[in-house]
T-cell receptor, first 112, second 117 residues
Framework: AAGVIQSPRHLIKEKRETATLKCYPIPRHDTVYWYQQGPGQDPQFLISFYEKMQSDKGSIPDRFSAQQFSDYHSELNMSSLELGDSALYFC???????????FGEGSRLTVL | GNSVTQMEGPVTLSEEAFLTINCTYTATGYPSLFWYVQYPGEGLQLLLKATKADDKGSNKGFEATYRKETTSFHLEKGSVQVSDSAVYFCALSDQDAGGTSYGKLTFGQGTILTVHP
């Protein structure tokens, strides 16, 4: 069965650079969630989208932005990267904003 | 706000030992409760869930019972295997009074389980 696809799987950036992560949800899933997991930490909710509209917002820095496109894929844009942004970024999708979440394998961002 | 507290880790066991990982929660509303497992280098996988009080979730020999009176959802397995070595996360999502879950999850801090042969 198709799963949540995230790209890239690994990304290395310098401080103050910009990074973009992509998430392709399971087909027919209309809700996407982004989570950030720092080293040895639990995943922290960043933001979610339902039917291309932002549905909820968590601890997402102002330097980050995200959107969901017409094909339901989502992109997380991170600017002015800081060392503390180094983390594993998970995307999850669900059918409607009330269904079980299915997680991708994550994109590991390293900021040097 | 919502919060989830897991027992301090890491947990190291011998194969075939009994496993308990404690999880307690604080939530408004009527949360659904979950256990997720994360194998090394992989994403989060749903292990089991329970959506209302006294429900028991079970999968792959793991069980957890939703205890509203103690606000707990402890994970248990009678006989662990080396392949169970992973990080286990307890999580909750809010539900409204009608039982509809909101997808956003609040996670506990995770418990590292290592099982030796």
């Amino acid at each position: 069965a198709a799963g949540v696809i995230q790209s890239p799987r690994h990304l290395i950036k310098e401080k103050r650079e910009t990074a973009t992560l992509k998430c392709y949800p399971i087909p027919r899933h209309d809700t996407v969630y982004w989570y950030q997991q720092g080293p040895g930490q639990d995943p922290q909710f960043l933001i979610s989208f339902y039917e291309k509209m932002q549905s909820d917002k968590g601890s997402i820095p102002d330097r980050f932005s995200a959107q969901q496109f017409s094909d339901y894929h989502s992109e997380l844009n991170m600017s002015s990267l800081e060392l503390g942004d180094s983390a594993l970024y998970f995307c999850a999708s669900s059918l409607e904003d009330a269904g079980e979440l299915f997680f991708g394998e994550g994109s590991r961002l390293t900021v040097l | 706000g919502n919060s989830v507290t897991q027992m301090e880790g890491p947990v190291t066991l011998s194969e075939e030992a009994f496993l308990t990982i404690n999880c307690t929660y604080t939530a408004t509303g009527y949360p659904s409760l979950f256990w997720y497992v994360q194998y090394p280098g992989e994403g989060l996988q749903l292990l089991l869930k329970a959506t209302k009080a006294d429900d028991k979730g079970s999968n792959k020999g793991f069980e957890a019972t939703y205890r509203k009176e103690t606000t707990s959802f402890h994970l248990e397995k009678g006989s662990v295997q080396v392949s169970d070595s992973a990080v286990y996360f307890c999580a909750l999502s809010d539900q409204d009074a009608g039982g509809t879950s909101y997808g956003k999850l609040t996670f506990g801090q995770g418990t590292i389980l290592t099982v030796h042969p």
